[in-house]
């Protein structure tokens, strides 16, 4: 079986907190609600859009929920036509890619973005051309559901026991246990090492080298 490195987008290959908070208080301020404290989105990123908004407003009925997630859609994309978005490669990440690719995994990614924007993502950082397998929340169920992990495997030719799921979120880790797969929680993130723990995280990386060593396991 091939050997299938799979990374989550945002919080694990690239720093997009900012952007995406903003979004997130423009689409709530739209609605006419508090903006959310940027450490509550933070802690949603991850999910698919409408299960977010479930999150951050348990309450409010399911309407409302697909209302801010279209509103946020909106919102995200005005600041990418103002070019006020901002996805800046994690260090060490490009060469984490270099490196597993030339040791012979082939690479995925399974994010919460559309696929419209991981794409728009991939190519401003010249990478479109480096993963075999994309994967996104607009294709399936929201993390920490394994449907990604499955898809991917499958596209790939690679079994859970060659499988790493590499991410920063507590879902990211539940699902590639779901999945049966390998999961690796980076400390650079926006969910801290505990919690990555507390959610089925079989290691700990505190920096993109640290992953490069861990996958010399599975040669």
């Known amino acids: ?23 997130m208080e423009a689409c709530f301020a739209q609605a006419e609600l508090e903006p959310p404290a940027r450490e509550r989105t933070r802690a949603v990123v991850g999910l698919s859009l409408v299960e977010a908004m479930r ?32 996805e800046p ?3 060490g ?7 597993l690719a030339a040791e012979g995994w082939l690479l995925g ?8 924007g991981l794409s728009l993502c991939l190519e401003a950082h010249g990478l479109a051309d480096r993963f075999v397998t994309l ?16 898809r991917a495997m499958a596209e790939a030719g690679a079994a859970p026991e060659t499988t790493l799921m590499i991410g920063d979120t507590s879902y990211d880790m ?10 690796i929680g980076v400390a650079w993130g926006y969910h801290g090492a505990g919690e990555l723990l507390r959610a089925g995280a079989h290691h700990i990386a505190a920096t993109p080298a640290d992953i490069i060593a861990l996958t010399r396991i599975f040669a």
């Open 93 to 99: 990440v490009a060469a984490l890619i270099d490196t």
């Open 135 to 150: 994967q996104t929340a607009d294709l399936h169920p929201s993390k920490p559901h394994p449907s990604m992990i499955e």
């Open 174 to 183: 539940a699902m590639a246990r779901a999945a049966g797969a390998t999961a």
């Open 1 to 23: 079986m091939n050997r299938l490195a799979l990374f989550d987008c945002d919080g694990t290959l690239v720093d997009s907190q900012h952007s995406i908070c903003a979004a």
């Open 55 to 86: 999150a951050m407003l348990p309450g409010a009925e399911a309407g409302t929920h697909v209302a801010l997630a279209e509103s946020y859609k909106r919102a995200f994309q005005d600041l990418r036509g103002l070019g006020a978005v901002e």
């Open 109 to 116: 990614i399974a994010t919460g973005k559309s696929a419209r």
């Open 89 to 91: 490669l994690f260090d």
